[in-house]
Each structure stands twice: as C-alpha cells, then as structure tokens.
C-alpha cells in the first residue's frame, strides 16, 4: 500500500511540474503567433539556381 501512495505522490507531483511549465510558457507568450503557421506555406522561398538544371525540364519518358 506504501509503494501506491508513492507512486500517486510522485506522479501528480510530476503531473503539476508540467502543468506549471505549461502555465508559465502560455504567459510568457509561446503560443502568441497564431498567423504565421497557417499562411507559411504560400510565401515559400523560390528553388534555389543549382536545383533549376535543363534536365529537370525535358518531360518525362512513359514505358508502355
């Protein structure tokens, strides 16, 4: 019985850490961008010259 009250102790205690950790990263503004994530995907960096060889453009060859 001693070794279930350890391990409840242990594990709200541990449970408690991260909800503290959580609290504190919310008030120090961790989570204030909330624009960014969603429209990142339409402002993408143009490929660079080095990927932009004239191979990559013939079309592609279909086996039949």
Do not use: H
């Not at 503290?20 to 989570?31: D, N």
């Amino acid at each position: 019985m001693g070794v279930i009250i350890l391990l409840l102790i242990a594990s709200v205690s541990v449970a408690a850490i991260f909800l503290g950790a959580f609290l504190w990263s919310v008030k120090s503004g961790q989570f204030e961008d909330d624009y960014s994530p969603a429209s990142r995907i339409l402002f993408e960096d143009k490929p660079s010259s080095s990927t932009n060889n004239s191979d990559s453009k013939k079309p592609l060859q279909v086996c039949k």
